[in-house]
């Protein structure tokens, strides 16, 4: 299976506080995608990383990209209760976008 | 709105009854893609369609599956003789793309199917 994971599976922290997924793939990758889910909704893209950048940031988001490790991480600053949700990672090489199981986000305000 | 739309939004029917769903995608993009998603799972990658062609089909996606695009705009899904397994969330995703490269995807709010 070319399934990646996520990294805690759920994760419950107080409003304010910073969060942190990690994600692990297991092709090679021309980029790598987070997404949003609230419950019982689509997906909402959150950031691209391609696989010649190591950073990208985007308003309260941080990703990391290690081409070398198959993995990437998003961070979420001073979270607030309305990012509760699930988060995914899809990574894109030869095929589409292939997701883990996702990580559980609860912020508790 | 002109964001991705799928329709029902709901679906029950009993088993080895035959389904079929539509996808309406925002206008301007070339690919479109179908995904399924059970309880406490990713989104599986189903097919999807650059155009009218329908470029790539999942193992997953059995021979009582079959999607169309007939004039690369909408597309359909059809479930045949459906199972208690079909039971998930299927998800429409579109986006510009070309080659191997594959951009950001913007997803509808997904068909919720029952099997009974």
Redesign the interface.
């Known amino acids: 299976s070319q399934q990646g994971e996520e990294d805690p599976q759920a994760l419950s922290i107080q409003e304010g506080e910073n969060a942190t997924m990690n994600c692990s793939y297991k092709t090679s990758i021309n980029n790598l995608q987070w997404y949003r889910q609230n419950s019982g909704r689509g997906l909402v893209h959150l950031i691209l990383i391609r696989s010649n950048e190591r950073e990208k940031h985007s308003g309260r988001l941080r990703v990391t990209l290690d081409t070398s490790k198959k993995s990437s991480s998003l961070l979420i600053t001073a979270s607030r209760a309305a990012d509760t949700a699930s988060y995914f990672c899809g990574n894109s090489g030869n095929t589409p976008l292939v997701f883990g199981k996702g990580t559980r986000l609860s912020v508790i305000a | 709105d002109t964001g991705?739309s799928q329709d029902p939004r709901h679906k029950i029917t009993k088993r080895g009854q035959n389904v079929t769903f539509r996808c309406d995608p925002i206008s301007e993009h070339n690919r479109l893609?179908w995904y399924r998603q059970t309880l406490?799972?990713?989104?599986?990658?189903l097919t999807?369609f650059q155009n009218e062609a329908q470029l790539?089909k999942s193992r997953l996606l059995s021979d009582r599956f079959s999607a169309e695009r007939p004039k690369g705009s909408f597309s359909t899904l059809e479930i045949q003789r459906t199972e208690q397994g079909d039971s998930a969330?299927y998800?429409c995703?579109s986006s510009f793309g070309g080659g191997?490269?594959?951009?950001?995807?913007?997803?509808?709010?997904?068909t919720?199917l029952t099997v009974l």
């Open positions: 991705v893609y406490g799972q990713g989104p599986e990658f999807y790539e969330m998800l995703a191997r490269s594959y951009n950001e995807q913007f997803f509808g709010p997904g919720r």
